[in-house]
């Protein structure tokens, strides 16, 4: 058994990960790292969405050169649970950084220092910082593979999630 874990291990290790399908129903700016984007622009329609719709903004910070990035993204992809509390407490916008396209530095300067990718930024409705999450913190522990753990993800997730009014 531990052979089949550890060949499976290695084969998803090696497999490339394949960036979201672009859906029809949803902003651009919430689906994939663009370095052409305005992120400045951009987050003026996710506040004015998460304002309309009572949510919060997550900012996921990270480019499709990022294997780490494409992992959360097929946690998203394959796990409808997952992806369903997400979209229904966050405005998800993504913000392209490449050290040789575009870094958006004007834009990521007005938020803290970012230690690795993706990085996740959680925003109130108004644009004003809530939180900086680490997504390292979000990973699967090392003998379980490589990828984000989803329970520490939806724990995120609901922590951050907007708190109903008189709460």
Known sequence: MRSVVLFLSAFL?????????????KPVWSQVFDPKRDPAADLAEAKAMAAATGRNI???????????CRLLD????????????????FVTLKVHWDKKENQNTAFLSQYPKIAGYPHLFVLAPDGALLHSQDTAELELPKDQGRGHD??????????????????
């Open 74 to 89: 097929n946690l998203f992809a394959t796990n409808a649970d997952l992806a369903a509390l997400k979209d229904r407490h």
């Open 13 to 25: 290790l090696a497999a490339p990960v394949a960036p979201p399908a672009v859906a029809a129903d």
């Open 150 to 167: 989803p329970a520490k993800v939806a724990a995120f997730l609901t922590a951050w999630a907007p708190k109903p009014k008189g709460v």
């Open 58 to 68: 997550l900012v996921d910070v990270g480019g499709d050169w990022c294997v780490w």
